[in-house]
């Protein structure tokens, strides 16, 4: 009786879950396994002709392109963190302690995730332009202060680049953060304040352990959401000055949109996939350790 029971219960959690898992085979499996199939042949169009093996691979790795937006990726990675990892927790931790406005400062830093990504990517583009043209350059020349090259130069572009990624997704961030933070209990910090804890202590003891969790997941969301960046570089930089801001991502689209070579762009995705795997399996066998 208890075998059956927990037989049709089983069947009805499974039925529960029967859509979102047929959509997440046809939107996420079915294209990768897709992707895979293509990158495996010679095409004409998305129309297979020939097996070619690992062919289309060899190519990707030997093209001009593929080391440096390899590196850049990297680069985007590393400086989404150093920039815009910790500025969401920062602003949350801020506005939490704020009493009174609470919800314009809640608002205030959401607004640019309601811009339209394009029009954001624009706007910063024309922000950075070089020459005096530039609004930051038409501020700086108001204080007497000499035109930057900013995205022409090779070593400000990726930096220059996440500073538009944090300003465009911190927002969003914070809010989670927030809703972290108002899930403290509220007598920690009562009984910290009566033990003498200051501020520093209090983050220290209570408020960073308590989103520590919720920072790892997003941590690796992050990473997995950067190293796919794309259209920031295509809009603002074209990948220049001399492939100085290339991302992976933009050469699929190069290949795919501009070359018209479906195979090498499946074979790169491909690659991008295997990439993020290995890193998450990484970040979970390191998490699972520390917790251990």
Do not use: C
């Not at 989404?80 to 009174?100: D, H, K, M």
């Not at 304040?193 to 209570?206: C, F, N, V």
């Not at 801001?245 to 050469?251: A, E, K, N, R």
């Amino acid at each position: 009786m208890n075998t059956g029971a927990a037989v049709k219960k089983n069947i009805s959690g499974w039925l529960i879950m029967l859509p979102s898992l047929v959509l997440f085979a046809f939107f996420i499996w079915v294209p990768l396994l897709q992707s895979v199939r293509l990158s495996l042949y010679k095409a004409n169009g998305v129309r297979l002709i020939e097996f070619t093996g690992l062919e289309n691979y060899t190519n990707v790795f030997n093209h001009p392109d593929f080391l440096p937006a390899l590196r850049n990726t990297f680069s985007y990675t590393l400086w989404s963190l150093v920039i815009g990892f910790f500025i969401p927790i920062v602003l949350a931790i801020i506005i939490n302690e704020i009493r009174a406005g609470k919800s314009f400062f809640k608002t205030s830093v959401y607004i640019p995730n309601v811009v339209p990504g394009l029009a954001m990517v624009m706007l910063w583009a024309f922000i950075f332009r070089p020459g005096n043209t530039g609004i930051l350059n038409i501020i700086l020349g108001k204080a007497g202060i000499e035109p930057q090259p900013w995205l022409t130069n090779p070593q400000w572009t990726i930096p220059l680049i996440v500073v538009t990624l944090t300003w465009k997704g911190a927002g969003a961030t914070t809010l989670l953060y927030i809703a972290g933070l108002q899930g403290i209990d509220p007598e920690l910090y009562e009984a910290a304040i009566i033990d003498g804890a200051g501020i520093i202590k209090r983050l220290r003891y209570i408020t960073l352990p308590s989103i520590y969790n919720l920072a790892r997941t997003l941590l690796i969301l992050q990473i997995i959401a950067v190293f796919q960046i794309l259209y920031e570089p295509l809009v603002m930089t074209n990948g220049g000055p001399n492939n100085a801001s290339i991302s992976i991502m933009q050469l699929v689209f190069k290949f795919a949109f501009e070359k018209f070579d479906y195979p090498r762009a499946a074979a790169v995705s491909v690659i991008i996939s295997l990439i993020l795997v290995i890193f998450t399996a990484l970040y979970f066998k390191i998490n699972k350790r520390q917790d251990v």
